[in-house]
């Protein structure tokens, strides 16, 4: 893949840009983890297991969720597809980003990967109309990523809560692949015994903060941890079957 090549987007010069839809989801082919926001958990957990990272500080914490059970293993991306119902929304407006106006400003503006070989002037949806006006499709993706921005402010408060109340433990999970136990590590999850060993009132807290769904979603997404056994499987066999 091309070198990144994200500049800010301007009426002028990407008045003839368009984005087609041709591999949709090859920039994050080899992402085994993703950033979701709490507002996703539902959806996303139903579906694939949710855990939670250290962030780049060190201090915090990012919910996240697993698409592989190592680095840079996809197992739910396939040439570029994406194989399955949820798609996150982090992963939704490439090759539209949002980047900082200036190194340490709070100012987030949208830019494009220009990299990107869905970035063109022939073929897809157009960002900008003739008389140079925001398209539909442009409209809607920046909605989307302000949404997204917003959200995950919403989110950062929910494991700062998470954090002040010692929910949140290390853990190792243990999967076992081709009848051999394997151990990952440096994610974590919100401790249920810590969570049941809370007070009446900080329980209530955490029910009208809105948190309490989002707690067991992430809980019961765990399950999900298997499947991703089963598609390593699967793929492992389809490879072997390709040599043989």
């Known amino acids: 893949m091309a070198e990144n090549k994200v500049v800010a987007l301007h009426k002028e010069g990407h008045a ?3 984005i087609n839809t041709q591999n949709l989801f090859q920039h994050i082919a080899n992402e ?3 950033p979701v926001v709490v507002h996703e958990f539902v959806v996303a957990g139903a579906e694939f297991p949710i855990v939670f990272v250290k962030d ?3 201090e915090n914490f990012q919910p996240v969720v697993l698409l592989g059970l190592s680095a840079q293993q996809n197992l739910v991306i396939k040439d ?3 194989d399955g119902m949820y798609v996150p929304r982090v992963a939704r407006n490439y090759p539209l980003v949002l980047v900082q106006d200036q190194p340490g400003s709070d100012r987030l503006i949208v830019a494009i990967d220009e990299s990107s070989e869905r970035v063109n002037d022939t073929e897809g949806f157009a960002l900008f109309n003739e008389d140079g006006t925001e398209s539909d499709y442009l409209v809607a993706r920046k909605q989307q990523m302000a949404d997204f921005v917003d959200f995950s402010q919403i989110t950062h408060n929910f494991t700062l809560k998470m954090q002040e109340l010692g929910l949140i433990k290390e853990q190792v999970l243990t999967v076992t692949i081709n009848e051999e136990k394997r151990n990952i590590n440096g994610i974590n999850m919100i401790d249920d015994k810590a969570l049941n060993e809370l ?3 900080t329980f209530l807290e955490l029910r009208k903060l809105g ?4 707690i067991y979603a992430h809980l019961m997404s765990l399950q999900h941890t298997q499947k991703l056994v089963q598609k390593l499987a699967a ?3 389809a490879a072997a079957a390709k040599t043989e």
């Open 16 to 18: 003839k840009t368009k």
């Open 32 to 34: 085994h983890m993703l």
């Open 56 to 58: 780049q500080s060190g």
């Open 80 to 82: 570029g597809k994406w």
């Open 199 to 201: 007070s009446d009132e």
């Open 211 to 214: 948190y309490l769904t989002a």
């Open 235 to 237: 793929r492992d066999a």
